[in-house]
């Protein structure tokens, strides 16, 4: 059975502070999907990465993949209080998305 | 681009009653959709995989019976939440990959189910 965990489950960090995200999952796949989520509503796609050692990077996000450990990492840059919300990290299981447990991010002045 | 629309938004039922909750794929046609349910604070569940044209494939645990989903075209998948109790409350995502265009895995806006 597919797991996916994510590490640290909730995050409260200073304006201006760098952190990382982690995401772990049990078995070998092809893609793995960041999300965030704010309260209330559905998901936004933040990036899709495809293959081993794949980097992408939006604004203050940066995702990488390392298949070969099986896990991904998003590390924020500067945070600004914009970012919070709860984070998503989701593996493909045959033609299913399997989510994370998610990672509750709260930045503070 | 491409757009996965849910109806409605929010509903609020009495116990016992049935609610259906509309998926649509906008401008692709899904063969294949997605339910998901997400409790407060938690991650998003996978419950089903809906097929058009066949019946839907449920994920271990989850009561076919209760969940009845329809795909009766390439672009409408219907979760029936039947009987409903309060602990049937949540939020139901959708979601449908569109494999002609984008290769892309769409979500639609969420139902809210409140069951008194």
């Known amino acids: 059975e597919l797991k996916v965990e994510q590490n640290p489950l909730f995050l409260s960090m200073q304006e201006g502070k760098n952190y990382t995200i982690y995401c772990n999952y049990s078995?070998?796949?092809?893609?793995l999907y960041w999300y965030r989520q704010d309260p209330g509503k559905s998901l936004e796609s933040l990036f899709v990465?495809?293959?081993?050692?794949a980097v992408k990077q939006e604004g203050r996000l940066m995702a990488s993949l390392d298949t070969k450990a099986r896990l991904s990492t998003l590390h924020i840059t500067a945070a600004v209080h914009d970012l919070s919300a709860t984070y998503f990290c989701?593996?493909?299981?045959?033609?299913?998305?399997?989510f994370g447990t998610g990672t509750r991010l709260q930045v503070f002045p | 681009g491409a757009v996965v629309s849910q109806h409605p938004s929010r509903v609020i039922c009495k116990s016992g009653t049935s609610v259906k909750i509309e998926c649509r794929s906008l401008?692709?046609?899904?063969?294949?959709m997605f339910w998901y349910r997400q409790f407060p604070k938690k991650s998003l569940m996978l419950m089903a995989t809906?097929?058009?044209?066949?019946?839907?494939?449920?994920e271990q645990g989850v009561e076919k019976d209760k969940f009845l989903i329809n795909h009766a075209s390439l672009t409408l998948s219907t979760l029936t939440v039947t009987s409903a109790h309060p602990e049937d409350s949540s939020f139901y995502i959708c979601?449908?990959?569109?494999?002609?265009?984008?290769?892309?895995?769409?979500f639609g806006e969420g139902s809210r189910l409140t069951v008194l």
């Open positions: 979601s449908a990959w569109d494999r002609g265009h984008t290769g892309e895995l769409f």
């Open positions: 078995t070998t796949s092809d893609r």
């Open positions: 990465l495809l293959s081993n050692g």
């Open positions: 989701a593996v493909i299981r045959t033609d299913k998305l399997i």
């Open positions: 401008d692709f046609q899904a063969t294949t």
């Open positions: 809906s097929n058009e044209g066949s019946k839907a494939t449920y």
